[in-house]
């Protein structure tokens, strides 16, 4: 067996504090977009529901893939790691407080868009089930093998499915929250119709966060391919391949609204930024890839903000 060697402090802050933040960042401005664009006003309880769910749902995950650090930790007294874990922990609940505040102040019909959308999320790598292995033995040493031979099952266990669930939780659960609320706060949808429709905008984003997690799994796909997560890189046994699949996507997408330049805009960012990055490129730069939809929204905040100051 392979001697452990601990994460360092600063990659361990990075999974346990900065990639939850910067990924949350995603949900803040989809959010605020969705209830701009759509609705024509801006509220507090979706866009801070869907930014805790994000916070909890991704710390959560990262929190319990460190297991063995925390271990380490608490061994070893190691203050800078233990002090890491702190402030993770600190962060799931402030989230969890804000969750509930927030859902609080909302109708019921919020709650079971939450439940619904995000719920899978919380049980993303929880082992619903063993499969595998040899039958059980008398033996120690034959049922200590067979046991070892066992694989837990879990929802990312499904072939394909990481990606897809990802798309329809950030895409269509990011709006379902945001209209259970503002459907009736705000009832006149679709403020600014010539350009974004509650359609359009939905499957726009459920395909580009659905993109972004096959990027991510390339990211990981050494990784992946040697614990054989079925992530699409994967199952296609090549990143060439998904790229040639990725970019298909994005120019369909491109095709379908093409009379939407901050979709033409953003797909031809997402298919520059398949090509630039590969298995190999730094983690960090992946962030660039899942913030495309932060970038349109920025651009059309700042349109919106020009056009009230001209008029």
């Not at 769910?53 to 790691?81: C, E």
């Not at 890839?289 to 920025?298: G, I, K, N, P, R």
Request: net charge positive.
């Amino acid at each position: 067996m392979a001697e452990f060697v601990p994460l360092p402090v600063h990659k361990l802050r990075d999974e346990l504090l900065t990639h939850p933040l910067m990924l949350s960042i995603g949900s803040l401005s989809l959010s605020t977009f969705m209830s701009r664009s759509i609705y024509g006003v801006i509220d507090w309880r979706p866009v801070l529901i869907c930014v805790s769910s994000d916070i909890l749902a991704i710390g959560m995950d990262h929190y319990f893939d460190q297991a063995a650090n925390f271990v380490y930790a608490r061994k070893t007294g190691n203050r800078d790691m233990g002090s890491v874990f702190t402030q993770a922990r600190a962060l799931l609940i402030s989230s969890a407080v804000l969750l509930v505040v927030a859902l609080l102040l909302s109708p019921l019909s919020t709650w079971a868009m939450v439940a619904i959308f995000f719920g899978p999320a919380f049980v993303w790598d929880f082992k619903l089930f063993w499969m595998g292995g040899t039958k059980s033995s008398k033996n120690p040493s034959v049922r200590k093998k067979a046991d070892s031979d066992k694989k837990a099952f879990s929802i990312k266990r499904i072939p394909g499915m990481k990606a897809i669930l990802i798309g329809v939780i950030r895409g269509c659960g990011t709006f379902a929250v945001v209209h259970s609320i503002l459907a009736h706060a705000a009832p006149n949808a679709n403020s600014d119709g010539q350009l974004w429709t509650p359609k359009q905008i939905i499957i726009w984003s459920t395909i580009n966060r659905a993109c972004h997690a096959v990027m991510a799994d390339v990211r990981d796909f050494h990784e992946d391919w040697e614990r054989q997560v079925p992530t699409i890189p994967v199952l296609l046994k090549s990143v060439f391949m998904t790229k040639i699949l990725l970019t298909t996507i994005h120019l369909l997408t491109l095709w379908a609204y093409f009379e939407n330049p901050y979709i033409v805009s953003a797909s031809l960012y997402a298919i520059a930024l398949v090509w630039i990055l590969n298995e190999n490129s730094p983690r960090g730069l992946y962030r660039l890839s899942f913030h495309s939809q932060t970038l349109v929204a920025t651009v059309y905040g700042a349109v919106q903000l020009a056009q009230h100051y001209k008029a």
